[in-house]
């Protein structure tokens, strides 16, 4: 459905930290900084053996502030209610903040498992595990 995602940081190392231990509990390793090619300072993840979808952080391009986007929301799909969990742990652990523990939304789908949160910079963060969705993440 998508190639890739990105969204702005301010503080790249700081966001770099977050984001290699929450997405490491989903599975995602983070891309070669050769992969990231002649742009400002960033970094990107992906499933291994992958080329595409990623998902980025990165300084704005136009060098403007980076900024959360209100309505704007990025979820990553997990492969178990324990890796949706986990990720929302992680993301608590290292300054995430609650906008919704993980539990079952039963208004998004019989099957589907969610936990929501914000990144330290305020980027709203959706991990959740669905059995119609597993197929996709192989």
């Not at 992958?50 to 980025?56: A, D, E």
């Not at 990025?74 to 890796?83: K, L």
Request: net charge negative; hydrophobic share 40%; charged share 15%.
């Amino acid at each position: 459905m998508f190639s890739h995602i990105q969204i702005g940081a301010r503080d790249v190392p700081a966001m770099t930290l977050f984001y290699d231990t929450v997405l490491s509990t989903l599975g995602l390793v983070r891309l070669a900084n050769e992969d990231i090619d002649n742009s400002p300072a960033g970094a990107g993840w992906q499933r291994p053996g992958h080329y595409w979808p990623q998902f980025y952080i990165q300084l704005p391009i136009n060098g403007l502030a980076a900024t959360w986007g209100n309505g704007v929301q990025v979820s990553f799909g997990a492969h178990s209610i324990e890796q949706v969990d986990a990720a929302w742990q992680a993301a608590m652990r290292m300054g995430g903040t609650d906008e919704g523990p993980p539990g079952k939304r039963p208004q998004y789908g019989d099957d589907y498992y969610g936990a929501y949160c914000r990144d330290p910079e305020g980027n709203k963060l959706c991990f959740v595990f669905a059995k119609t969705l597993v197929p996709e993440l192989k």
